[in-house]
């Protein structure tokens, strides 16, 4: 298949590339270079909404994964708006390109988070629950809307809903310095449920929702198994053979890091990954201890 990536340098960009180019399928990523392209390369200019439909014409499906990281630094208003701005400017910049396309492209996929729901506590959250409060949910629920807008007749638009994925880098990288010296443990009270999904899984629900025409809408992409922080954190340090018994406590990490702490970090989203289930997608790694284990190279 012909396949459209943006983001394509990110942590799931790299892993997806990678992945699609090991199945046989011809990638073709977006770049914000002008020149000096390299032959699957192509440029674009999401800030100023210029790509030429004719990159995206014919495509089996676009991938779109822009977006500055949600988790680089204390959310103030100007980090506000580039969060915004980087996801809504691209995917608006793509869908108009995709409408004009001839033909149009067959599939869109387009980033999201669990995020969308807010902080839930115990609620048992699926596609059909209604979206939460606070920047995070609106930024979600904006993001989706604009990605949405490409649904058609002929292009089927699935919006992924994902979940701290399990990876080299992101948030266990961030996590892996302080395990690693025996000072790591549960953040604020430690009961609150963090959806989670494995690398291989994002992968493995891209190349399931190629030809899967009963994936349409938003799509909750996280493992089956729930996991609450105190056991995620548990699970790392038993794998990194150190104790998990210094919590992060939640003033402490509000002060640090205001809103985001908040919204990343001490939020409960019970998440279950309805959508996939009913799809007939079989989860690659489900087990967080294993997904730790191989992410890590530690199978032992």
């Known amino acids: 298949m012909k396949i459209v990536i943006s983001g394509a340098s990110g942590l799931v ?12 399928h011809g990638i073709v990523r977006l770049v914000r270079r002008q020149d000096d392209l390299g032959p699957n390369e192509a440029p674009w200019n999401p800030a100023a909404g210029k790509l030429d439909p004719a990159i995206v014409a014919g495509a089996d499906a676009v991938i779109n994964l822009n977006g500055r990281n949600i988790g680089e630094g204390r959310w103030n208003a100007r980090i506000k708006k580039e969060l915004y701005s980087s996801r809504l400017d691209a995917t ?44 995070l949910s609106d930024l979600c629920c904006d993001w989706e809307a604009a990605a949405l807008k ?3 007749d002929r292009t089927r638009v699935v919006c992924m ?5 399990v990876a080299k880098g992101g948030a266990l990288a961030r996590m892996l310095p302080l395990f690693k010296i025996g000072l790591g443990g549960p953040i604020g009270s430690g009961r609150q449920y963090w959806p989670w999904v494995a690398m291989d899984d994002v992968v493995g629900f891209v190349q399931f929702a190629l030809t899967n025409e ?8 996280v493992s089956p198994e729930e ?20 919590p992060a406590p939640a003033f402490a ?12 970090l001490l939020a409960s989203l019970r998440v279950r990954p309805h959508a996939l289930e009913k799809a007939g997608y079989t989860f690659r790694m489900p087990r967080l201890e294993k997904a730790i284990r191989i992410t890590l190279g530690r199978a032992n």
């Open 150 to 152: 490409a649904r058609s």
């Open 214 to 221: 009963k994936l349409t809408g938003p799509v909750n992409l």
């Open 227 to 246: 996991c609450r922080c105190k056991e995620f954190t548990q699970t790392l340090a038993r794998v990194l053979h150190r104790p998990a018994a210094l």
């Open 13 to 24: 960009g790299s892993a997806l590339c990678s992945g699609l180019a090991a199945e046989g």
């Open 253 to 264: 990490l509000r002060l640090a890091l205001g809103e985001m702490a908040e919204a990343l």
């Open 92 to 135: 608006t910049t793509i869908v108009e390109a995709m409408a004009v396309a001839e033909p149009r492209p067959a599939l869109l996929v387009n980033a999201s988070a669990t995020g969308f729901y807010g902080d839930r506590g115990e609620e048992v959250l699926d596609e059909s629950s209604s979206a939460g409060d606070g920047f």
């Open 161 to 165: 809903r994902l979940g701290m994925v």
